[in-house]
């Protein structure tokens, strides 16, 4: 993913909602430097990072890239996660993610916008997710699906790294 592309199009989003720098750091609680670092392209986000900003801006994680076929790979604390596809319907736009998660560190999103919902299909290890004041956990060929427009916690359970697909689905308001 290259930062001064991810940047051109966070500043393109911001000024079209007319939303001022110091305004989208407050509301997506990062710092104005980081902020301005990342617009400019300066800076490399976290994936943590990049889901505060496109919550508060009301779009999609994918709204920031330039050509999601290209299967960006993206990392946070925990998580590596690689875009596999982007579709969308009438209702809503649906990221589908190949999702890692290593063992040994908790990884805290910040909340989506509301209605956004994630779905979790693990296939190797057993992983802890969901809403951070309720995480659910899932072993190797089970489930997960909350509603993320909460902070919401990745982690591994035991020494295994997880291997899973994530969906994300943003509906459209």
């Excluded at 001064?4 to 007319?18: D, H, I, P, S, T």
């Excluded at 992983?127 to 489930?143: E, I, V, Y």
């Excluded at 699906?145 to 308001?173: C, K, M, N, Q």
């Amino acid at each position: 993913m290259d930062p001064v592309v991810v940047g051109r199009r966070v500043r393109a989003l911001r000024e079209e909602r007319g939303i001022s720098l110091s305004t989208l750091a407050r509301l997506a609680g990062v710092g104005k430097a980081t902020l301005s670092g990342l617009e400019h392209g300066t800076r490399n986000p976290t994936l943590e990072t990049l889901w505060a900003v496109t919550a508060q801006l009301g779009v999609p994680f994918t709204a920031l890239l330039a050509e999601p076929a290209a299967e960006p790979i993206v990392h946070g604390t925990a998580v590596t996660a690689t875009l596999l596809e982007v579709f969308t319907d009438t209702d809503a736009t649906y990221e589908l993610y190949r999702m890692s998660v290593a063992p040994g560190v908790v990884q805290t999103s910040p909340a989506h916008q509301p209605g956004v919902t994630e779905h979790i299909t693990v296939f190797a290890g057993v992983l802890r997710a969901g809403p951070a004041d309720a995480p659910l956990t899932a072993p190797a060929g089970g489930h997960l699906r909350w509603v993320s427009d909460v902070p919401h916690t990745y982690a591994a359970v035991g020494d295994e790294e997880v291997a899973a697909s994530l969906l994300l689905r943003y509906p459209r308001h």
